[in-house]
């Protein structure tokens, strides 16, 4: 019995199948992609930047999806991380980028942030992602 086990693992070895004829093991072809860089930079004429917060960062095919909140990448974003990378196909993206204003009292809406204290500013923009270069936009706040 056991030398049956034998024949059949070797007769497997040497015979069995091809990485050719197991799917999925063919030419892999990488999918072409570019960079996108956002620079994250937050200022404010008066109020100070720590008092500052960045909220979101996120990137969608068109304009309508980032209106319905339908991202294709969004960023982990951090008050101590001021550049950002996606990493995207070819074609033409949107993104949309927020700040939060978290200082005490009225100081928020008197720079500008609506609803006082968490006010938040948006924007938006469009950009092109061509193969193999790096494009870079720099979101801005009103």
């Known amino acids: ?15 069995g199948c091809g990485k050719d004829d197991i799917p999925g093991t063919g030419d892999i072809k990488a999918t072409p992609t570019g960079t ?3 620079i994250f930079k937050i200022s404010h004429p008066w109020i100070p930047v ?10 969608a095919k068109d304009g309508m999806e980032i209106y ?11 008050s101590f991380q001021d550049v950002y990378f ?3 196909e070819p074609g033409t993206y949107y993104y949309e ?3 939060a204003c978290i200082c005490g009292g009225d100081s ?3 720079g500008g942030f609506p609803g006082n204290q968490w006010g938040g500013k948006h924007t938006m923009g469009k950009f092109t992602i061509v193969e193999d270069e790096v494009t ?3 979101p801005t706040f009103q």
């Open 97 to 99: 980028a927020a700040i």
């Open 50 to 59: 720590d008092r500052i917060v960045r909220s979101e960062l996120h990137v």
């Open 36 to 38: 996108l860089r956002v």
């Open 1 to 15: 019995m056991k030398l049956s086990y034998i024949l059949i693992l070797v007769g497997l070895l040497l015979f």
């Open 108 to 110: 928020c809406s008197a």
């Open 68 to 78: 319905r909140g339908h991202y294709i990448q969004s960023a982990n974003v951090t």
């Open 136 to 138: 870079q936009v720099t």
């Open 86 to 88: 996606f990493y995207l």
